[in-house]
């Protein structure tokens, strides 16, 4: 199967209210024989306020941005078409799953198109971030990673690109992704049984396949920047169908008679005797041959995880107990969630899928000229849908909305940017705040091209301002 290796340069770290303004994206066969390559970028959208850092990172001036003749929908159309003819694929970056991912749904989310494209139609996706993390873990000689003030090892791109005198234009989409390609090739050399459970890792149905077959493996986590690897055995799935898994670092007759009310708060406490495994966030499975790499389980001994392991698996009203925890606990914080009100841009995950009806327009949408589009934006069942299409029609061809419509989204997106509250999506005032900030570090350190870059940021924040000020 072909990789696509992909990254997305992006306004904020917000995949719900920040928006992308530069991809990279090349197309490989499984030997990393690049077969194409695409990279573009697109201006701004109207109603999105950059965060001045972000911009820093990413290079991207306030003159690259207004020079750019290609908008956000018709990027994000390309990118559509393009993932749509290299399918099927593994899609892979680095610290996608968490990022570009999440950027690429939301955006395609409230574009109206298929959030889900890069798992669908034979499509897979990968993580190189965890399967670098586990190659390092496994097999140290790997490569050489550097570590913090805290001890812990630093896995950042650059840094990792520096240390392995991998070339690498930092912060720039395509500079990224080669630099990726080439990390991921050393990691295939070295650590190809690591590189070959990241692999497997692509796909949910394999990774329940492998937990199912291996009555003890390793399973990796990472928090607070430190990495830890763990010898476990299935217990149930939650409502998510996450597989739960027993720490086999404790012995499960101590938890056997336990009333679910004693396990609920035992489950509290560290260190803990669940784990789970998100099974599509791409997650690094060993099996039980790799437990002589873990001293706290090599040192438990194979025999004893086994005998652990099966005690387990033969006693089901203990999994049961697991199981009715979880979905106890899915449905309090479901009726937390329904007293909250969520705007359309948060609601992919709570929304629900849109019906056949909906998906039809959608693509009726996308195929019609703007006069047509404003008419089937009215035919959306769903009022998401609805407003998702005509904030499209308002970046694209405002002139085709009536003028009640055209001003009451100018309201919505001003009331928004405009707001001194301390919102999700970023602010003006927000973005003034940060831009002072910045410009007192950079006038600390007489970084005179930085200042230069941040006069021209204020500039275009002002101009953005009066526009917005202006409504009634």
Known sequence: MNFVFYDLET????????QIIQVGAILVDEQFNEIERFEERCRLRPGVVPEPGALIVNNTSIEMLNSVNLSHYDLIKKIKHLFKRWSPAVFIGYNTINFDEEFLRKTFFKLLFEPYITQLNGNKRADILGITRSSKFYYPDTLRVGLNEKGNQVFKLDNLTYLNNINHNAHDAMGDVEATIELAKNIHKKSNSVWKAGLNGSNKIDIDNFILKNKVFCMDEYFFGKYSSHAVTYVCKNYFNYPQCFDLMHDPIDFFDLSIKELKIKMKHRPKFIREIKNNKNPILMDHSYINKISLYNEIGIETLNQRADLIRNNPDFCNKIKTIFFEEYEEREISKSQ???????????????NNYDKNKMLDFHNADWKEKYDISNQFRDQRFKYFAQRVIYEEAPFILPQNEYENIHKIIAKQVLSYDNEKWNTLPKAYHQLDSLRNEYEEKDDKTRLTFLEDLDGFLQEFEKKFNNTN
Request: aromatic share 18%.
């Open 11 to 18: 306004t904020g770290r917000n995949s719900t209210w920040d």
């Open 340 to 354: 909250l009100d969520l705007l359309a841009e948060d609601s992919l995950y709570f929304g629900g899928f849109p």
